[in-house]
């Protein structure tokens, strides 16, 4: 992919001079991105700081599902990004663009979804029993009006983007230390939900989970990870996500600071 698609996809302007950005770009399993003839479900994509891009990961588009309670707890796969928070850097703060919710979803459940969400990797929420200790802190500062760009603000919204991606995780970077981190959600293409047993509509919690993983250091896993939350592939009504798996546990203990 070129750097203008990936922009496109991504709806944000290339990095600065001296930056780089890497991409998280995850489309549903309903709905894969098709790329000269194959169809993806995860692509993450690395614009270094002279805007030249490196396609770092892909994860092919499959069938929904993947992955029981078992193997959720017995399977130790994890893949590092090869960029990572320093310990000053903790806690992320991070802000919302509440004023961003789809109007059919209330403000309010969706702002304590995300803050859920952010609990996760920190505290290890996990069904399994794991020794490995997460160093990694969220601290949630209020609201914004800011949107995704490079700003030295961390911001979670909802937005346009393109190609029907379903939520994309921009990580803006200086060789290996994380600079700023955004996430964004489709607004426009895709039904949201907080309420558990939406089989209809994405999970707001389930997707943050795993986008949140990517702010962490972790990349997408394929086939036959898919007890996994790093797995790439996310399904309407899905919840498994929030739920670490050993992978995550593990891999989460060796990136974080």
């Known amino acids: 992919m070129t750097l203008e698609q990936l922009l496109d996809i991504a709806r944000v302007d290339a990095p600065p001079a001296g930056v780089g ?3 998280h770009m995850d489309f549903p399993t309903e709905n894969p991105l098709t790329v000269g003839g ?3 479900n995860a692509i993450t994509a690395v614009i270094n700081p ?3 891009v490196e396609m770092q990961s892909a994860v092919a588009a499959g069938a929904a599902g993947g992955g029981s309670e078992a193997e959720e707890c017995t399977d130790p796969a994890f893949m590092p990004t090869g960029r990572s928070w320093n310990a000053d850097d903790m806690p992320v703060v991070w ?4 004023g961003s919710t789809p109007p059919e979803n209330s403000m309010y459940r969706t702002q304590g979804a995300l803050r859920d969400a952010h609990e996760i990797w920190p505290a290890s929420r996990s069904r399994c029993t794991e020794n490995d200790r997460i160093d990694f802190a969220y601290e949630f500062a209020g609201l914004t009006a800011k949107t995704v760009k490079y700003d030295h603000t961390n911001i979670v919204e909802f937005g346009p983007l393109g190609s029907g991606a379903l939520a ?3 990580t803006w970077f200086s060789g290996t230390r994380i600079l700023e981190t955004d996430l964004r959600f489709n607004r426009t ?3 949201w939900t907080n309420k558990p047993g939406g ?3 994405y999970q707001v919690v389930n997707v943050a989970a ?3 993983g990517h702010q962490v250091g972790l990349d997408d896993l394929s086939d036959p990870h898919g007890g996994l939350t790093m797995f790439g592939r996310i399904s309407r009504g899905e919840m498994k996500k929030t739920s670490l798996g050993s992978g995550d546990l593990r891999g989460a203990g060796r990136v974080s600071p």
């Open 95 to 98: 802000r919302f663009r509440r």
């Open 199 to 201: 089989q209809k509509k």
């Open 50 to 52: 002279d805007h030249s």
């Open 189 to 191: 293409d895709y039904g």
């Open 168 to 170: 994309i995780n921009y």
């Open 21 to 23: 950005l890497e991409l």
């Open 38 to 40: 194959a169809a993806f």
């Open 210 to 212: 795993h986008e949140l």
